[in-house]
C-alpha cells in the first residue's frame, strides 16, 4: 500500500474556507447547545450504559476511549457535575493521564437502539473520594477513582450518522468470526501469534476468562 499524500491546492488550512464548502447552520443548532444538564439531558445519561471519552495528551495528541457498565453508571452529581467509575482495564491509563496534562473532554453517550446521541464537553478531575466511590460498587468492588466532569457545553446530537450506519439494524450485522480473535490479532501485529490452532484457542479462552474474572 502506498502512502497518501494530499496535494497542499486540496487542503482546507483556515476556517474562511471550511465556511465556505458548507451552507451556514440553522439557528436552533446553535440555540441547543446549553451550559448544563436539563431534565431531557439527565434522563438519557440515567438511560445509558456506554459512553466514549476523548481527551488530548499536553502536547496535543488524541485519545478516545469507550467506557460501559449497566445502565445509570454515570452518577450526576447536580446540573453541571457529572461522575464516571474508572472500572479496571489494560493499565495503559490513557484516558486518565490526559486529564491530569489537560482537563478538558468530550463525552458521547449512546443508547443501544436510539439512533440520537448526547454531547457533553466540560473539564475533569480525577477523584478519590471514597463515599462517592461507594456508590459506584459493584459486585463487591469499588472502583479506585471516579472521573468527574464539570459541565461546560450539553446538546443532542442528530440520527444521521446512525442512520447511515445501520448500527442498530440486525439486517447490517457482521460475523465477528470473519475477523481474528483479539488475541491473534494484537500477537500478528506484536511478537507473533502461534500457528497451531489449539494453543491459539488456549489463548482465546484465558481471554474470556481474564474477562469473568476483572472485570469489576
Known amino acids: 500500500m502506498t502512502t497518501y499524500t494530499p496535494d497542499p491546492a486540496h487542503t482546507i ?10 451552507e451556514p447552520t440553522h439557528t436552533l443548532a446553535i440555540q441547543k447547545c446549553q451550559d448544563r444538564l436539563g431534565p431531557h439531558a ?12 476523548g481527551t488530548q495528551s499536553a502536547d496535543g495528541r488524541a485519545d478516545v476511549s469507550p467506557r460501559g457498565d449497566p445502565s445509570g453508571f454515570v452518577r450526576i452529581l447536580d446540573e453541571q457535575t ?6 479496571p482495564g489494560n493499565n495503559r491509563l490513557d484516558t486518565l493521564a490526559n486529564i491530569i496534562a ?3 473532554v468530550g463525552l458521547l453517550f449512546i443508547i443501544p437502539g436510539f439512533d440520537d446521541t448526547l454531547r457533553v464537553n466540560g473539564e475533569a478531575l480525577l477523584v478519590t473520594d471514597p463515599d462517592l466511590l461507594a456508590t459506584m460498587e459493584v459486585s463487591g468492588r469499588v472502583p479506585k477513582l471516579a472521573i468527574v466532569v464539570k459541565v461546560r457545553e450539553v ?4 440520527a444521521k450518522a446512525f442512520r447511515r450506519s445501520h448500527l442498530w439494524d440486525p439486517a447490517h450485522f457482521q ?6 480473535s483479539l488475541v491473534k490479532i494484537i500477537l500478528d501485529e506484536t511478537s507473533g ?9 488456549k489463548l482465546d479462552d484465558d481471554l474470556e476468562e481474564a474477562y469473568r474474572k476483572s472485570m469489576y
Not at 13 to 22: E, H, I, M, P, Q
Not at 155 to 158: D, I, K, P, Q, S
Open 155 to 158: 446538546f443532542m446530537h442528530c
Open 193 to 201: 501469534a502461534p500457528a497451531d490452532q489449539d494453543a491459539q484457542r
Open 82 to 87: 457529572l461522575a464516571i467509575p474508572d472500572r
Open 175 to 180: 460475523d465477528r468470526r470473519e475477523m481474528p
Open 102 to 104: 489537560n482537563p478538558n
Open 42 to 53: 439527565q434522563d438519557f445519561i440515567r438511560r445509558s450504559p456506554f459512553l466514549c471519552i
Open 13 to 22: 488550512t483556515n476556517a474562511a474556507s471550511l465556511r465556505g464548502l458548507y
